[in-house]
């Protein structure tokens, strides 16, 4: 039981991770940017920010930060905002 909570720790830091990145860029975008169509939904929001922290989290680990945890967090966190930006522009 000890060899699985390392990953589910990360799991469940990923998926909190992008969810609060989606609730923050939702809060302010009005600030940043302003969107053309209207409001965007919190759930998807929160759905395209768990992906984008995700795609942090494996791009931090192919440019090789797994020696340093916290770097992957970080990495999270500029995923998870990097996916956001990117879609809300599209969007």
Wanted: zero cysteines.
């Amino acid at each position: 039981m000890a060899a699985l909570t390392a990953p589910l720790a990360s799991l469940a830091i990923t998926v909190a991770i992008g969810i609060l990145a989606s609730f923050a860029f939702n809060r302010y975008e009005r600030q940043w940017f302003p969107t053309l169509i209207g409001a965007i939904g919190d759930r998807t929001s929160g759905l395209v920010g768990i992906a984008g922290a995700f795609i942090g989290l494996h791009v931090g680990a192919a440019i090789g930060l797994e020696s340093w945890p916290a770097m992957l967090y970080i990495a999270d966190i500029i995923g998870a905002f990097g996916v956001l930006w990117g879609w809300h522009l599209w969007m």
